[in-house]
């Protein structure tokens, strides 16, 4: 009996997800209540009306007391984990005691970070990013939703069958000779030609990496690119499952075929060695939810529509030719820059085997700018919330006047055809008039409504430029669907030979028989190397259908109580 929810101040739900049980609570909740001869309510209305108590109580603690509650737990032993970020409260909920505090608490933060990143700096506005979690229309909002709570399902799929998802760490497959072959040949051959190519449209491929299920094969990174760090590519490898859900028993060969395999001949285990390079070494494991997929209601309260007419809306399955816009960290020499946009294409090899190409899009550059200001305009409001005018309040680097300069260019730069920009020039020009002007009320604590106000509006821009789909008559800035085919046949070409042995071997990465001699009466282990975002653990055993790395069982539970 699982929830999670993300409401507003306002008791507004956001985005809810329900497994099938707590969702038949509610209803049976509410549907008691109904007076006879009346529908049950829309399901949104009810678990909105069962948790607004929660979240106003919440609201008001922060308001009166300027602190709140992060947990309690009900008479019927329902646990509820409540996290507030910036203006957005994450309520976690579990009625079946098989999550605690910490496991739900973990969940508000993998789902926070998603949002993330898939809506980038829009999550600094509190207004944009209601509106971008909350469409108006109805549709747009069912199928929105849907494809957060699949990647919920997803994560938590991860976390209860998946080593590396359990401490939050990746795994890579071990065989050096394989691996260092495959990152060469992505460096040398299918990088080369992709970003020599006139069909790239502008993008340029900064990381490409190959999954095998969960476990990273390969993985290159260009020389101008910053280091991808774990919690991004853990979040990818999430929607890359999510978009190519593995299916282990029907997609791996049995164990009987892999001496038979082409160029692998009878398996020899390794102890793992490091990668070529740093930069080769991020990668996560990870395993979509199958089977029984909670059913979810949406109903917009003026409308009244009937649930069960959504329920045949679904998210159509992914289009490889269509990149995914994907905001990530980079850190470069000038600073670090969260959340900035790439262009992830996720190409089937096989079933189970994927490759995963990461580009910058060419107008990046706006983003770092965006955050810039928007960095400066944060650091003011700080400085003026504290009492600090004047002088005082403007000090720092860069110094508001620097920002002033620069900010005009921008906004110059943008022109005035755009509605979000002739707004943005509108806001930025009485700002001055208050901050600069001779006689104006200058730099005090009225400044600080504008300061959040340009926040806002520097936002928007970067909405326009980065999440607002393209009109039909202008040219898609991608890689074109031939060039993504060609780089697809070109690594299937490689690794022919070895689609199957890789299948099995990324159920029995490394065995105990590797580590048996060295360590005898040792009974299991996993090493976790946080410095770079990577574990190892091998196999307890291996039978013809089933893999038991440390998913489930006594010594899982073991470490999930660490």
């Known amino acids: 009996m699982k929830c999670l929810l993300i409401a507003s101040e306002s008791a507004e739900v956001l985005f809810h997800w329900t497994d099938p049980e707590y969702q038949q609570h509610v209803q049976e909740q509410y549907g008691a209540s109904q007076e006879e001869g009346q529908g049950l309510?829309?399901?949104?209305?009810?678990?909105?009306?069962?948790?607004?108590?929660?979240?106003?109580?919440?609201?008001?603690?922060?308001?009166?007391?300027?602190?709140?509650?992060?947990?309690?737990?009900?008479?019927?032993?329902?646990?509820?984990?409540?996290?507030?970020?910036?203006?957005?409260?994450?309520?976690?909920?579990?009625?079946?005691?098989?999550?605690?505090?910490?496991?739900?608490?973990?969940?508000?933060?993998?789902?926070?970070?998603?949002?993330?990143?898939l809506f980038g700096m829009v999550t600094l506005s509190s207004y944009l990013l209601r509106?971008?979690?909350?469409?108006?229309?109805?549709?747009?909002?069912?199928?929105?939703?849907?494809?957060?709570?699949?990647?919920?399902?997803?994560?938590?799929h991860l976390r209860e069958n998946d080593q590396s998802f359990l401490v939050e760490a990746v795994e890579r497959l071990i065989h050096p000779t394989l691996c260092e072959q495959c990152i060469e040949f992505l460096e040398r051959r299918l990088v080369q030609q992709l970003n020599s190519s006139v069909e790239r449209a502008g993008e340029e491929v900064l990381h490409a990496f190959i999954l095998v299920h969960t476990k990273l094969l390969a993985f290159y990174s260009s020389r101008t690119a910053s280091t991808l760090n774990t919690?991004?590519?853990?979040?990818?490898?999430?929607?890359?499952?999510?978009?190519?859900?593995?299916?282990v028993d029907h997609d791996d060969p049995g164990p009987e075929?892999?001496?038979?395999?082409?160029?692998?001949?009878?398996?020899?285990?390794?102890?793992?060695?490091?990668?070529?390079?740093?930069?080769?070494?991020?990668?996560?494991?990870?395993?979509?939810?199958?089977?029984?997929?909670?059913?979810?209601?949406?109903?917009?309260?003026?409308?009244?529509?009937?649930?069960?007419?959504?329920?045949?809306?679904?998210?159509?399955?992914?289009?490889?030719?269509?990149?995914?816009?994907?905001?990530?960290?980079?850190s470069l020499k000038e600073g670090?820059?969260?959340?900035?946009?790439?262009?992830?294409?996720?190409?089937?090899?096989?079933?189970?085997?994927?490759?995963?190409?990461?580009?910058?899009?060419?107008?990046?550059?706006?983003?770092?700018?965006?955050?810039?200001?928007?960095?400066?305009?944060?650091?003011?409001?700080?400085?003026?919330?504290?009492?600090?005018?004047?002088s005082a309040a403007t000090r720092g680097q860069p110094t508001i006047h620097d920002v002033r300069t620069k900010l005009d260019k921008f906004i110059k730069a943008l022109g005035p055809s755009e509605i979000q920009s002739a707004q943005l020039q509108n806001v930025w020009t009485e700002f001055k008039n208050r901050a600069f002007t001779r006689g104006g009320p200058g730099f005090n604590r009225d400044l600080i409504p504008w300061c959040k106000n340009m926040k806002t509006q520097l936002c928007g821009i970067y909405r326009q430029c980065f999440l607002i789909e393209s009109g039909p008559t202008d040219i898609p800035r991608r890689l074109s669907p031939g060039l993504q085919e060609r780089a697809q046949t070109m690594v299937q070409e490689k690794l022919m030979d070895w689609k199957d042995f890789l299948l099995v071997k990324s159920k029995r990465n490394i065995t105990m028989v590797s580590y048996l001699e060295d360590f005898p009466g040792l009974i299991h282990f996993i090493c976790v190397d946080r410095?770079?975002?990577?574990?190892?653990?091998?196999?307890?055993?291996?039978?013809?259908?089933?893999?038991?790395?440390?998913?489930?069982?006594?010594?899982?539970?073991?470490?999930k109580r660490k």
Not at 131 to 156: C, F, G, I, M, N
Not at 539 to 545: K, P, V, Y
């Open 231 to 247: 919690s991004d590519l853990l979040t990818l490898i999430i929607m890359a499952q999510n978009m190519y859900p593995s299916n």
């Open 41 to 117: 309510p829309a399901f949104e209305d009810s678990i909105s009306t069962l948790f607004a108590p929660i979240i106003i109580s919440c609201s008001t603690m922060v308001d009166r007391l300027g602190d709140s509650y992060t947990s309690f737990t009900t008479e019927n032993n329902h646990i509820y984990v409540l996290h507030q970020f910036d203006e957005c409260l994450y309520i976690a909920v579990n009625g079946d005691g098989e999550e605690g505090e910490d496991d739900l608490r973990r969940k508000t933060y993998v789902m926070k970070k998603m949002i993330e990143v």
């Open 531 to 559: 410095s770079s975002g990577q574990m190892i653990a091998p196999s307890l055993s291996i039978t013809e259908r089933a893999t038991s790395e440390l998913g489930k069982g006594p010594v899982a539970q073991f470490i």
């Open 336 to 390: 670090l820059y969260p959340m900035m946009p790439h262009s992830m294409y996720c190409l089937p090899l096989w079933p189970g085997i994927t490759l995963v190409l990461l580009t910058k899009v060419p107008t990046s550059a706006v983003a770092m700018s965006v955050y810039k200001f928007l960095e400066a305009f944060a650091k003011l409001e700080k400085r003026l919330s504290e009492g600090q005018e004047g």
């Open 257 to 330: 075929d892999v001496e038979s395999t082409s160029g692998s001949g009878p398996e020899s285990f390794y102890t793992p060695e490091p990668s070529p390079t740093d930069r080769d070494s991020s990668s996560s494991e990870e395993k979509p939810v199958r089977g029984s997929t909670p059913v979810f209601e949406f109903v917009d309260p003026d409308i009244q529509m009937a649930e069960d007419s959504l329920q045949t809306l679904e998210v159509p399955p992914p289009d490889p030719s269509t990149p995914h816009r994907v905001f990530l960290e980079v």
């Open 131 to 156: 509106k971008e979690l909350r469409p108006q229309d109805t549709d747009q909002r069912a199928r929105l939703w849907k494809h957060l709570q699949s990647l919920l399902e997803t994560y938590s």
